[in-house]
């Protein structure tokens, strides 16, 4: 079993910036983040291949996050810039053997870590 940690969420102002960090017990193919605020159902964000070359937005972040990874250590990082109040939500890594288990969030999970952005 695959054990994931987040951290680095918080509070923002609109138009502000957050990096999120999950660190993964054991190494997969494929890592990402979803997101789900309270009462909305759950989105994907992105993901990111093991060495890093293929890298996957949701469409409501695409040109403001950047994931990124560092395989060896098995962490992959998400960059939230230019912050909107829509944003606010639990941030889950997610990881998985492959691109369309890992956005059907079938594989591995963590515990989440909160983003607030205030407007």
């Known amino acids: 079993q695959v054990q994931l940690v987040e951290s680095g969420g918080g509070l923002v102002q609109a138009g502000g910036s957050l990096r999120l960090s999950c660190v993964a017990s054991?190494?997969?193919?494929?890592m990402g983040w979803f997101r789900q605020a309270p009462g909305k159902e759950r989105e994907f964000v992105a993901a990111?291949?093991?060495?890093?070359?293929?890298?996957y937005y949701g469409d409501d972040v695409k040109g403001r996050f950047t994931i990124s990874t560092d395989s060896d250590k098995n962490t992959v990082y998400l960059q939230m810039n230019s912050l909107k109040p829509e944003d606010t939500a639990i941030y889950f890594c997610?990881?998985?053997?492959?691109?369309?288990?890992?956005?059907?969030?079938?594989?591995?999970w963590g515990q989440g870590t909160q983003v607030t952005v205030s407007s």
């Open positions: 054991w190494s997969t193919y494929v």
């Open positions: 990111i291949n093991y060495g890093g070359q293929l890298t």
């Open positions: 997610a990881a998985g053997p492959n691109l369309a288990t890992m956005k059907a969030g079938t594989g591995y």
